[in-house]
């Protein structure tokens, strides 16, 4: 990888997640050489994917180059690799572009959807995950209404405008909301001589209600915006199949789409080489001790999503949130420096700042710790947050003033058809 060789110590970091850049910020400027890969020269802030897919903001203003938020620190490399497996017993890493040794080494490898082993849905449904499949999704509900109208069969085009959301976690819940405002007020000027009225959104829930992770007062609240906004919200159906036509469920329910957006679950992006014990099988997460020690391991790490520290209070690992991954990767920091000077370490004890979800215009719900509201004043919270947390003076404001914009014209200037996106598996 032409890595100059140092006397400091070298610290790998796999992954430019939340949780990897908060740790080498942590490390900057400390008598330490750290390198960090990923497959993509970018940071995303993931929260924002779903308004990329409906148009309301461009990929760049959601993104930010690696390169740029660490050009300052010294003894900092990037390399642009795809990790493939680590070898623990050389301490090195292997990936397309070479193997390095390392010190230290740090797994912020982050998360990936989760099928459930369901082969027809992972072929024919849509992921919401990268900014690529976002401009995929992007793509296809635009050209879906291009093919409307140029059918005239009834079924065929009612399918067209048929979607299907699949898991009412916050990121179901916010596409949704988008879907069902640009249903609402873009449609039927961009497109007056089709139907629109008969475009469908379908939220599927497996449980017994949305947004499980918040308050039942906020759930509910959601789900009124929701219906509100004329989206279809269906609780305690599960998803057995989807065949690139019909969608079917644990009931007699049944779908015609076109469109499926699968986001009912993801699992971590473990990384070939820690196995066996380390790796639960069923969230493909790796087993970390109270420091985000891998067990087994005094100087292998993991943190983020990619990372189950399992405690009496978070029995299943943390929530795979920016929050969690951010606060992991600023203590792994701290501590890595005691450790490398003799000192003890201390635990990691995650603090809950709360959660958010915004259901559209003037539409969302907050939880915090100590207060709970929802409604136009939750929507201004939910904004102010994100905007913080957007990595870069440039994308904060670009972002505000399309939000701004978006408001001000009820439009979202964005849905364009860069690359046109065809289902490899229909013909």
């Known amino acids: 990888m032409n890595i100059p060789k140092s006397s400091f110590p070298r610290v790998v970091i796999i992954g430019g997640g939340f949780a990897g850049v908060a740790l080498a910020k942590k490390l900057s400027k400390k008598e330490l050489q750290v390198v960090l890969l990923d497959k993509h020269n970018y940071h995303n802030f993931q929260p924002l994917l779903y308004q990329v897919s409906t148009g309301g903001l461009e990929p760049d203003s959601i993104a930010y180059p690696i390169r740029k938020i660490l050009k300052d620190f010294p003894n900092f490399y990037f390399r642009l690799a795809d990790v493939s497996e680590i070898d ?46 976002s401009l995929n999704l992007r793509s296809l509900i635009l050209e879906n209404f291009e093919d409307a109208l140029l059918t005239s069969n009834l079924h065929e085009r009612n399918a067209l405008m048929n979607f299907v959301i699949v898991g009412a976690g916050p990121t179901g819940v916010e596409l949704a909301g988008a879907l069902a405002e640009i249903k609402k007020g873009i449609l039927p000027k961009d497109y007056p001589d089709l139907d629109t009225r008969t475009v469908q959104i379908n939220l599927v829930q497996s449980g017994d209600r949305i947004l499980k992770e918040m308050s039942e007062k906020a759930s509910k609240k959601a789900e009124d915006f929701l219906e509100d906004l004329g989206v279809h919200v269906w609780k305690n159906v599960r998803v057995t ?35 066996g014990e380390e790796l639960l099988s069923k969230s493909n997460r790796i087993q970390v001790n109270e420091f985000n020690q891998v067990k087994g391991f005094n100087n292998i790490f993991a943190i983020g999503d990619v990372a189950q520290m399992t405690t ?116």
């Open 312 to 427: 009496d209070q978070t029995p299943y690992g943390h929530p795979m949130m920016a929050q969690p991954a951010i606060q992991q990767g600023k203590h792994l920091g701290e501590n890595l420096l005691r450790l490398i000077e003799n000192k003890p370490l201390k635990p990691f004890k995650y603090k809950d700042k709360g959660s958010m979800a915004t259901v559209g215009r003037n539409k969302a719900v907050v939880d915090l710790p100590k207060f709970k509201f929802q409604g136009v004043f939750a929507w201004f919270v939910w904004m102010f947050v994100h905007l913080f947390f957007l990595i870069g003076f440039r994308n904060r404001l670009v972002v505000f003033i399309n939000w701004v914009y978006n408001y001000v014209r009820f439009d979202r200037e964005a849905r364009l058809i860069i690359r046109p996106y065809k289902n490899k598996f229909k013909p």
């Open 88 to 133: 623990t017993e050389k301490c090195k890493v292997i990936s397309n572009i070479g193997s390095l040794k390392f010190d230290y080494l740090v797994v912020a490898s982050g998360s990936k959807t989760n099928f459930f082993g369901n082969k027809s849905i992972e072929d024919n449904s849509m992921e919401m995950k990268t900014i690529p499949q």
């Open 241 to 275: 199949g989807y065949d690139g036509n019909v969608v079917t469920t644990n009931s007699d329910l049944t779908f015609e789409a076109e469109t499926v957006i699968w986001a009912a679950g993801v699992k971590g992006a473990a990384i070939n080489g820690i196995d």
